[in-house]
């Protein structure tokens, strides 16, 4: 039945009309959990519904194009496609998985008007399901819930039903969400069934719940344009992109616009679509008219950005946009003043390095972006190491050289007193490593607050920590649980300061001198601690070459090589026996270097150095600073 509302325009004018019902339209998010089986899912839409030819080579995962996406298997970006079933066009949304990108779930649920929610048949209910979910039921959005992998050997598909539902309770959901439909799958194998003991021939039961359990948007055809930008796109050719969901009136070609936006009342642009778009599988079908419920990708309007409301020029009413979570860490990305500063990148220079952080602020709405008091360094806070780390890598593959500091977290001062933000990990382990697990959280402030076995088989332990305590964590759990330890972290809050940590003991092997490292000068200095470069690699004074096994950093001549003489010796003509490196990758990196240290980033290298290169310098500094 329809629905009475207003219509958007003078608020004085108040009278009600009726909404519409477009059956022909159903709009989904899918979401889940990282690794929990999304990307897999949204594939076999597509290919069950006739999305690709019969003869067409489709790679797996096809929703992730990203280079990154598909090199670590993880949705970053959420994106946009479109099915058809039954005469229903579904426009499907697939979004992270990943807590560091949960700002891109938060804004693409304002385009949809349901979700599906995936969960894994072996894992059950995780942090990040717990966060999609919240976001969901916070905005009343309908749910689908789709238990996938049901076709591993160690599925418990009735046990995770259950511990839905009692997330549904703890989340005090409405009670019409606990009569959620629920759907079984094995998306690998693109099979559904509705039964928990039946068997899938196909997708068609999942096509079904979302027909029957998504409503079909709602909105008023003879009012002004209203369309709320939920994502921005970007193309050499035609230039900005704004993907939104048409909430009122009918968008055209042509038509004249105004950009109006909730947080800024004086925005006020005034614009004309010169393209329209509506998604057709992977891809965009150029269209003259889209009419309401219809998700749509409009160029040719300039200075749109997410959050914005494109609304007819007669009665610019914005419509309102969900309220982001702040960023919880920042570190400084900084000119590089290197001795091999641009011998590598090809953006080198500040104008380069601000240009490309400012621009990131136009897709990515969880990223902040700050001048600092020169112009060489900025000060970018995200939601965690992995979503900072991924603006890194791909800066650094689209030619940019730069340094970054050490992760740091944002403090809050209320009342006088001293805040920081707060984890809560949760950890799955075998029963024999969780006595380690425990000693290196409790070290880092981490209190524990629940110890169980888990359904899974492994013991599942519940800390919260403290952010700043699982900078340079993720490898040390990895090694202790000798990479059997599934680990997930999701923001808390902020709360009071717990106090010091330290988090890393070892000092740093710090070249003496600038030129080529050979075997010799290595084979002395990997007696002191473990090396991250090998033979022939190019080094300069003040570059960190290792790890020191204590404590305190230590001057090595890695380029040291041995002396010539005429004299002969028992052991002269012994071999070098080197150890192989420690190659770091750049997250590695980001949690090995401490206050003192940058991340040195180029297209072809990652190197870490000091901040002082010169030693002598850097020694009568911290003496300057032991005694401050």
């Known amino acids: 039945m329809a629905d009475a509302a207003i219509r958007p325009g003078n608020p004085s004018e108040s009278w009600k009309i009726l909404l519409q019902e477009r059956n022909d339209i159903r709009n989904v998010a899918i979401i889940a959990h990282v690794d929990h089986g999304k990307t897999t899912l949204v594939d076999q839409l597509l290919r069950q519904s006739g999305a690709f030819r019969e003869n067409q080579v489709v790679q797996e995962r096809v929703m992730d194009s990203n280079d990154l996406e598909r090199e670590r298997g993880i949705t970053i970006l959420a994106k946009n496609t479109a099915v058809t079933y039954m005469g229903t066009k579904i426009n499907i949304v697939d979004t992270p998985g990943h807590a560091d990108f949960g700002g891109e779930v938060e804004r693409v649920l304002k385009m949809v008007d349901g979700v599906v929610l995936v969960v894994d048949a072996f894992e059950g209910p995780m942090p990040q399901t717990r966060f999609v979910l919240k976001n969901a039921l916070d905005l009343n959005l309908p749910v689908v819930i789709c238990v996938n992998k049901v076709d591993r050997p160690e599925s418990r598909p009735g046990d995770v039903v259950d511990e839905i539902l009692e997330l549904f309770i703890e989340l005090e959901a409405p009670a019409q969400s606990l009569d959620s439909p629920f759907v079984y799958a094995s998306a690998k194998n693109g099979v559904a069934f509705v039964e928990l003991e039946g068997e899938g021939e196909n997708m068609k039961p999942l096509f079904d719940a979302i027909i029957n359990g998504i409503p079909a948007p709602k909105g008023d055809p003879d009012a002004d344009l209203q369309a709320l930008i939920t994502t921005v796109d970007y193309n050499d050719y035609v230039g900005r992109i704004g993907v939104g969901k048409i909430q009122n009136g009918i968008a055209r070609v042509n038509d004249d616009v105004v950009i109006k936006n909730v947080h800024q009342p004086d925005k006020l642009i005034k614009s004309k679509i010169t393209r329209l778009y509506v998604f057709d599988g992977l891809s965009r079908a150029e269209t003259d008219e889209a009419g309401f419920g219809e998700i749509v990708a409009i160029s040719g309007i300039e200075g749109i950005h997410i959050g914005d409301t494109l609304c007819g020029p007669n009665s610019p009413v914005p419509l309102p946009f969900t309220k982001i979570s702040e960023p919880t860490l920042a570190m400084y990305f900084l000119v590089n003043d290197s001795p091999f500063a641009g011998k590598e990148g090809k953006y080198v ?82 029963g024999e490593y969780c006595g380690v697990v425990i000693e290196k959280l409790g070290g880092r402030r981490g209190e524990l607050r629940h110890m169980a076995p888990s359904k899974s088989g492994y013991t599942r332990l519940i800390f919260d920590i403290p952010a700043r305590g699982l900078i340079g964590y993720r490898q040390d759990f990895m090694t202790d649980t000798r990479g059997s330890g ?143």
């Open 486 to 628: 599934i680990f997930n972290q999701i923001f808390k809050g902020y709360e009071k300061y717990k106090g010091d940590i330290v988090t890393r003991v070892q000092g740093s092997l710090v070249a003496f001198e600038t030129g080529e490292a050979v075997p010799y000068g290595l084979c002395n200095a990997q007696e002191r601690g473990s090396l991250f470069i090998g033979p022939g690699t190019q080094v300069y004074m003040g570059m960190v070459v290792g790890s020191n096994a204590r404590s305190g950093d230590i001057e090595v001549n890695v380029c040291k090589k041995k002396q010539l003489t005429n004299m002969r010796s028992a052991n002269a003509d012994d071999a070098l026996r080197l150890v192989p490196p420690t190659l770091m990758t750049l997250e590695q990196c980001l949690e090995f270097i401490t206050d003192d240290e940058l991340a040195e980033i180029t297209p072809q290298s990652i190197r870490i150095r000091k901040k002082i290169l010169d030693a002598s310098a850097r020694m009568r500094a911290n003496r300057k600073k032991q005694t401050i």
């Open 349 to 430: 220079t500040s104008r380069h390095l601000r240009e490309r952080l400012f621009r990131e602020l136009n897709t990515d709405v969880s990223l902040r972006v700050e001048e600092t008091d020169t112009t060489e360094a900025f000060k970018v806070s995200g939601r965690g190491e992995l979503h900072l780390s991924i603006l890194i890598e791909n800066m650094r593959r689209e030619g940019y050289e730069f340094q970054v500091s050490k992760p740091e977290v944002l403090y809050r001062e209320e009342n006088g007193e001293r805040l920081e933000p707060v984890e809560t990990v949760t950890v799955d382990a075998p």
